[in-house]
């Protein structure tokens, strides 16, 4: 028995020290792990910060989004030009070289940078329990898009029923007898022959040109020129998806000016390279939005301009301010460039599918009855506009 015991003594032993030893190689494992994912999420110095050359990338990224933006906008307002010509096929190509721009900045610059961010082991385990979280928030984006499009749609027509019923009330259009309302009876019979007959005809055609000049519902066509404050209103409404559509693009200017201006002077230079093209066409691609707009104020589309002209270097100028304890790699940094590029994704997607790719070519008269060689030069364009703005996903 004694010898059973003398046995079974260092058995044990053994085995206890056996599990101690395996129970701290897993804390240990659990510490690398923990000690890795806080190595990944600490504060790195930037080491040689060079000011002069940050400063000097507020300057030349604002004149590269200036000549971009402003360049398709003087084309279209310098002075008149006829369909069929140079300065009309350049505005065309632009337009559509745009479209390819805005397609794949969604794409190729903002959508993988969410998901990238969404799966940080920087972030809760409750954001990482979730893979989807990019494409819900994409997609909650253009659901808000499009109910305030609906929204705006249906309050335009409203206003507008309002004003041609007071207009037609101002034209005689409805007249009160004894205090019914009747319809309109001939000018012989209420005036005698004080008022002739063709005077009647006269307000008729008038009012029949009134009507058909100012009956058409919004979103029936776009890029119309129109004369009166009221109906350049609507036109403003008509087009809520350009202001929308700037507003995911400032979003996004704003994260990669802080971005640019935070990263380490290795990828600094290839970063801003990359980020004047990327400025340059995508301010292209707002320019020849804002065309379509059609304001009699030349400076409405100065004013729209120059909002995504300045966001990425006032980006550029916080990380500036704030690069010494600046952390990228923070919860809080990295939650909310997720998000932020996940609903700009969402906007920019919604207006390339619905606003310019449907409504301009899928469902546009103007553009199944344009001649083989403009349909083949529009496709071309977009195309190689998507595929430049992709080419730069290759480092910004």
């Excluded at 479209?99 to 920087?122: K, Q, R």
Aim: aromatic letters at 10%.
């Amino acid at each position: 028995m004694v010898k059973y015991i003398d046995f079974l003594i260092p058995c044990l032993a053994l085995l206890y020290l056996t599990q101690v030893h395996a129970q701290s190689d897993v804390e240990a494992d659990a510490t690398d792990v923990s000690s890795e994912e806080e190595d990944a999420c600490a504060l790195l110095p930037l080491e040689d910060y060079n000011m002069g050359l940050r400063i000097g990338s507020i300057f030349i990224i604002l004149g590269t989004s200036a000549v971009g933006t402003y360049l398709p906008i003087l084309l279209h307002r310098i002075s008149p030009y006829k369909p069929g010509d140079i300065r009309d096929w350049l505005l065309t190509v632009g337009k559509f070289f745009g479209t390819g721009v805005i397609l794949a900045t969604a794409f190729v610059h903002m959508l993988p940078d969410a998901l990238e961010n969404f799966s940080s082991p920087c972030l809760t385990q409750g954001w990482l329990s979730y893979g989807a979280f990019a494409g819900i928030f994409c997609m909650l984006a253009s659901f808000a898009l499009q109910l305030l499009e609906v929204v705006s749609v249906a309050h335009m027509n409203k206003l507008r029923k309002r004003k041609q019923d007071k207009i037609d009330a101002e034209l005689g259009n409805t007249h009160h007898y004894n205090g019914f309302a009747h319809e309109k009876v001939p000018s012989e019979i209420i005036h005698g022959s004080q008022i002739s007959k063709q005077h009647t005809i006269a307000d008729e055609e008038r009012i029949e040109s009134h009507t058909h000049d100012h009956h058409h519902h919004i979103g029936d066509s776009h890029g119309h020129s129109h004369g009166g404050a009221f109906l350049e209103e609507d036109d403003a409404y008509k087009h809520i998806g350009t202001y929308i559509l700037e507003l995911g693009i400032v979003m996004h200017s704003i994260l990669i000016g802080i971005t640019l201006s935070t990263t380490g002077n290795s990828e600094f230079t290839t970063l801003l390279i990359a980020l004047v093209f990327h400025q340059f066409f995508e301010g292209m691609a707002l320019g020849t939005r804002l065309n379509d707009l059609n304001y009699k104020q030349w400076y409405r589309p100065v004013i729209m301009g120059l909002l995504y002209i300045v966001m990425t270097p006032i980006g550029i100028a916080i990380g500036i301010g704030i690069h010494s304890s600046f952390n990228p790699n923070s919860y809080s940094a990295v939650l909310s460039s997720a998000i932020l590029d996940s609903l700009s994704a969402g906007i920019l997607l919604y207006n390339a599918y619905v606003s310019l790719m449907s409504m301009e070519i899928s469902h546009s008269p103007a553009f199944h009855n344009a001649s083989t060689t403009r349909k083949v030069c529009s496709f071309i364009s977009m195309y190689i506009g998507a595929g430049l703005m992709s080419l730069i996903g290759e480092w910004a």
